[in-house]
Structures are given as structure tokens and as C-alpha cells.
């Protein structure tokens, strides 16, 4: 069993950088692939980023590609989505997730624990 807690989301203006860290609870998290998801009011929840295990791979969606990275520190058992440059349209809630695939991208079914979500609001 693996428990997720998010943090470091809030209110920005447009332009600003904003952090989200993951923590989890667990002796194996370094075994598995960690993802980062958003969900927008009235929208699905998507993909944003995702890191496999030994932090081998990353993965973007288009659309946060060159302003978000994602890394993780398993000596901390901690994954992070660090934000650049948001915009009004990255405004949703963030989730972070495990994957035991240890991939860190595919369907959302492939992801076996969900932290509780972290809001973010971008205002112009």
C-alpha cells in the first residue's frame, strides 16, 4: 500500500513558477514509474508529466512541454512537478500517482494509488 500527499499548489499570476511536491509513504517507491495528472472544472483528468523508476525516462503532455519538469528523489520518496511560465489555462486541480509498471506514463488505469490533489489557480 502506497499513500500519496501533495503539496505546494496555490494562487499565481501568470507568468510565475510554482512547485508541487509528492510524498509518499512505502519501502518501495523507488520501484515505481510516478506520474502527474490535472483535472480542470467541467474537464477529464489529464495526463501532465511522469517519471519512470531510476528516473531513466520523463514524459510530457504537448501542451506543458518546455515549462514543467518533473523529478523525483527516492531517497526522499519524493516526486516533484516544478512549473514555469503558467498560464490561466494550467488552473486545475494536480494529482500525482503511482504507477507499479514502474513506467511513469500510459492509461490512467495503470496507476495504482492517487494522492488527494493539490488546487492551482493561475490568474492574468
Known amino acids: 500500500q502506497v499513500q500519496l500527499v501533495e503539496s505546494g499548489g496555490g494562487l499565481v499570476q501568470a507568468g510565475g513558477s510554482l512547485r508541487l511536491s509528492c510524498v509518499a509513504s512505502?519501502?518501495?517507491?523507488?520501484?515505481?514509474?510516478m506520474g502527474w495528472f490535472r483535472q480542470a472544472p467541467g474537464k477529464d483528468r489529464e495526463f501532465v508529466a511522469g517519471i519512470s523508476q531510476n528516473s531513466w525516462s520523463t514524459y510530457y503532455a504537448d501542451s506543458v512541454k518546455g515549462r514543467f519538469t518533473v523529478s523525483r528523489d527516492d531517497a526522499k520518496n519524493s516526486v516533484y512537478l516544478q512549473m514555469y511560465s503558467l498560464k490561466p489555462e494550467d488552473t486545475a486541480v494536480y494529482y500525482c500517482a503511482a504507477d507499479r509498471w514502474g513506467r511513469g506514463v500510459g492509461p490512467q488505469y495503470e496507476y495504482d494509488y492517487w494522492g488527494q490533489g493539490t488546487q492551482v489557480t493561475v490568474y492574468s
Open positions: 512505502g519501502r518501495t517507491f523507488s520501484r515505481y514509474g
